[in-house]
């Protein structure tokens, strides 16, 4: 049974462009989270997909952009990257009903902005 | 931004001791689950206790929840060197939306 995963790894960008970061749920898992981490912090929610659709937003830009599709994997697209973006960006998943509230997160994707 | 603070933000101990981190909020919650976390990889979800709960446990883990302090504490008994890692704690305000914050943290090395 495959758990959360990511991809890319690891990824390096220049101010100004954009990126995508994918995630593909845990097995029988519908709903999505991201999350930012920056260094020495612990994870700020940006934002959570469920049915396709952005259910609930965290206190981030419109920059900040996301998709999911009807296989529950998601996307996050961040454009007009600045410095302060470079972070571990988790993608957690976990089932909207069923009453377990504990997330599944991937390895994340370490992203540098130079 | 986050929830609330944890305490202390290090701790390093020997094998065998145990270890105490604490963790504050802010808001009123119906849940608080702790978390562990590698090496700035991925989390591992720990333990969850429910707001109408005062105390859990799991295996060496034990996790007391005080909310009139709004203030939470995960014990860890007997560590072991494999237990260095970095502890959070994270909220759920409204069940039915799975939305994390998180605190601060705690980085806990356990020597051998």
């Known amino acids: 049974d495959a758990g959360v995963t990511q991809s890319p790894t690891h990824l390096i960008k220049t101010r100004g462009q954009q990126v995508t970061l994918r995630c593909s749920p845990k097995s029988g898992h519908d709903t999505v989270s991201w999350y930012q981490q920056a260094l020495g912090q612990g994870p700020q929610f940006i934002f959570q997909y469920y049915e396709e659709e952005e259910r609930q937003r965290g206190n981030f830009p419109d920059r900040f952009s996301g998709h999911q599709f009807p296989n529950y994997s998601s996307e996050l697209n961040v454009n007009a990257l600045l410095l302060g973006d470079s972070a571990l960006y988790l993608c957690a998943s976990s089932l909207a009903t069923g009453g377990s509230e504990k997330l599944f997160f991937g390895s994340g994707t370490q992203l540098s902005v130079l | 931004s986050q929830q609330g603070e944890e305490d202390p933000q290090a701790l390093s101990i020997q094998e065998g001791e145990n270890a105490t981190m604490n963790c504050s909020y802010k808001t009123s919650i119906n849940n608080l689950q702790w978390y562990r976390q590698n090496s700035g990889r991925g989390l591992v979800h720990l333990i969850l206790?429910?707001?109408?709960?005062r105390e859990k446990h799991s295996g060496r883990l034990r996790v007391t929840l005080d909310t009139s302090k709004k203030s939470s504490s995960l014990l860890i008994t007997a560590s072991r060197a494999a237990d260095t890692a970095s502890y959070f704690c994270?909220?759920?305000?409204?069940?039915?939306?799975?939305?994390?914050?998180f605190g601060t943290g705690t980085r806990l090395l356990v020597s051998p």
């Open positions: 206790i429910r707001s109408n709960e």
């Open positions: 994270a909220t759920v305000m409204n069940t039915g939306f799975q939305k994390l914050v």
